[in-house]
């Protein structure tokens, strides 16, 4: 994401000691003690929306809720009831046949949704991208920088982006997203992890004249409008994850490497986010924050390279699975 414009700019030599002093601190070993899942939401055949478990090896859905009508059937529901919830998901996946069975759906007979649609917040973290700081010869931040988006912006992980007539420079940016499944206040950096649910991928779609040059500089409406938030595929348990802070992260526009980094160059991870947001705010389940973005996005090119209709944007980080929108 982003610097505000009145962030003076830094000299190389100093930004290089910053990024060796934070590519240098070790996070802290990750808690949690959910079991490994792919959490999705989806529609079957007839339209109904429901939750299920993705198979990665087969790319079916366990319709859990199906299997056990004690799981609440939307993500928020879902993840408010906790552990308990998570456990009863996996109990139900696990005793499932992922390639045939009753409440398996193959591909063809379901529609992957925005895993999450009602958070009561969506949280997004300015320039914590190390590579991302050094591409505008601009300070790591000590601090996170925080801003929002509304949820809704939240749309479908492979669902079109409506290209507002009232922006005329439009532009990308693929992030790793952390969502919230525990409350929480004044976390600790330790305990952090175990109030995360899980990990997803979002598109932080944003109208750079709106959030750099018109409303008073503040970054709201440019990144807020309708659609401005694709999410997805899948809300991926942190055990079911190598190390989420170090994933390959990329971003491709109409098939060509527009963004290509890892998530071993955030600034602020996972930890010291979910403990300086809980300072100022309670965390609540569902709750989605979006991380921040890797350099390349079209704004710093020499031309500018402004997203236009009939472009097609996908977002990816590994392990967790890629978002695809066609602009609109």
Not at 21 to 30: G, H, Y
Not at 51 to 71: E, P, Y
Not at 135 to 154: G, R, T, Y
Not at 254 to 278: M, P, R
């Amino acid at each position: 994401m982003l610097c505000a414009k009145q962030l003076s700019v830094v000299t190389i030599r100093a930004i290089r000691v910053q990024i060796k002093a934070t590519l240098m601190s070790v996070p802290k070993k990750a808690k949690t003690s959910y079991p490994p899942l792919r959490l999705v939401s989806f529609t079957n055949k007839e339209g109904t929306y429901k939750l299920g478990v993705h198979c990665s090896s087969t790319n079916n859905v366990v319709d859990v809720c199906a299997v056990d009508d004690t799981i609440p059937g939307d993500m928020k529901s879902f993840l408010e009831a906790g552990q308990s919830a998570m456990e009863a998901a996996n109990r139900a996946f696990q005793s499932s046949n992922t390639s045939t069975g009753p409440h398996v759906l193959t591909p063809d007979q379901y529609t992957l949704k925005a895993p999450i649609t009602n958070p009561e917040k969506v949280l997004c973290i300015g320039m914590n991208y190390v590579d991302h700081c050094t591409e505008q010869n601009l300070p790591v931040p000590v601090e996170p920088i925080i801003f929002n988006k509304f949820s809704s912006a939240i749309t479908d992980p492979y669902g079109p982006v409506v290209k507002p007539d009232e922006t005329d420079q439009l532009d990308y940016e693929v992030e790793l997203c952390i969502v919230i499944g525990k409350e929480g206040k004044k976390v600790k950096e330790e305990d952090a992890m175990t109030y995360v649910a899980g990990y997803t991928v979002a598109h932080d779609v944003s109208a750079r004249d709106w959030q750099l040059h018109k409303n008073g500089g503040q970054w709201l409406l440019g990144k807020t409008f309708d659609t401005f938030c694709p999410l997805g595929p899948a809300i991926v348990t942190p055990s079911a994850l190598s190390d989420p802070h170090n994933l390959a992260i990329r971003c491709k526009l109409n098939g060509e490497v527009v963004q290509d980094s890892n998530t071993n160059q955030l600034v602020h991870k996972t930890e010291a986010l979910v403990a300086f947001i809980s300072r100022f705010v309670t965390i609540r389940p569902g709750d989605v924050i979006l991380t921040g973005t890797p350099p390349g996005v079209g704004c710093f090119r020499k031309p500018p390279l402004w997203l236009k209709k009939g472009d097609v944007v996908e977002c990816e980080v590994a392990e967790i699975g890629s978002v695809r929108n066609e602009i609109q």
